[in-house]
């Protein structure tokens, strides 16, 4: 009779070691995607001299895509389960295509840390779409924690900001870049339960690229007189920041919820000061630090 117990504890044991190691899985695959997302601050910085907001975001696209498409067709997998291909196709057009041309528009209207502040309401509006929509709730140390970062994103952009009077046309395409930024991940997360990871993200970017090819001259012309160093700049986007960056976000949400993955996106903030700081050469004043240091702390605060 006592080994019945005995088995079931064992059996529970175990069940709990495989969640433990599928949420460290998880943890790094999200750490992977922050870091590169806010390596692609520094590329970008480089790379829109050269390109415009339009043709950087196709290249970009049509970078991830190929990356993407020779990795899939060597792991063997084929196409996504049906029932996954309409939250892949909003997301496609939504986070793959609008949001990044926004983006890119947006910053060359407004300066940095006004673009983000705007855009980093995005994790905000993932947490209230996710807890409506998908039945995740509102956890308050997800809320508490959320609250910290933001604020902490404030202080950064504020920090960063030029000063200067913010055009009313990049204010709108960076809130336009967020709130499809959030509808992309209330729609990607249930096409996650029908195909994996590597399978959304590539015909993600795919799609993307497509919605993205009236930009096609204009990246052709840009390409022939931007230098070399510039066209990298559009490919590493493509590879890292997109190709596996997106494929390492897909794998993390699948396994979390959609509010605990908008609320980790806050340490990029705290990670571009740093990436700026030892890569550009932009020494950051004591306010931007502290503000980095909020939004690393809200993220400890909702990750707990």
Known sequence: ?????????????????????????????????????????????????????????????????????????????GWPDRRAWPGI??????????????????????????????????????????????GEGFPRRLLAGMGV????????GASMSEGGASSILGVVLCVVAAASWAVAILVQKPALRHASALQVTTFGCAIGALACLPFAGQLVAEAASAPLTATLNVVYLGVFPTALAFT???????????????????????????????LLGELPGW???????LCLAGVAISRR
């Open 1 to 77: 009779m006592s080994s019945f117990p005995a088995a079931e504890g064992a059996e529970i044991a175990e069940t709990a070691g495989r969640a433990g190691r599928a949420d460290r899985r998880a943890l790094a695959a999200a750490a992977v995607t922050v870091l590169l997302w806010a390596s692609a601050f520094v590329a970008i910085r480089a790379a829109v001299e050269h390109y415009s907001p339009g043709a950087l975001a196709l290249g970009r696209l049509l970078a991830g895509a190929l990356t993407l498409g020779v990795i899939l067709v060597l792991r063997g997998e």
């Open 89 to 134: 196709a909003i997301s496609g057009v939504l986070w793959f295509g609008v949001y990044m041309v926004a983006l890119n528009w947006g910053e060359t209207k407004v300066d940095a840390g006004t673009a983000a502040m705007i855009v980093n309401i995005g994790p905000i509006l993932i947490a209230l779409l996710a807890g409506l929509f998908l």
């Open 149 to 156: 970062s933001f604020a902490g994103a404030v202080v950064v």
């Open 248 to 278: 390492t976000w897909a794998y993390a949400l699948a396994r979390t919820t959609a509010g605990n993955m908008g609320a980790t996106t806050y340490a990029v903030p705290a990670l571009v000061v740093l990436m700026s700081w030892a």
């Open 287 to 293: 306010l931007t630090f502290a503000g980095g240091a």
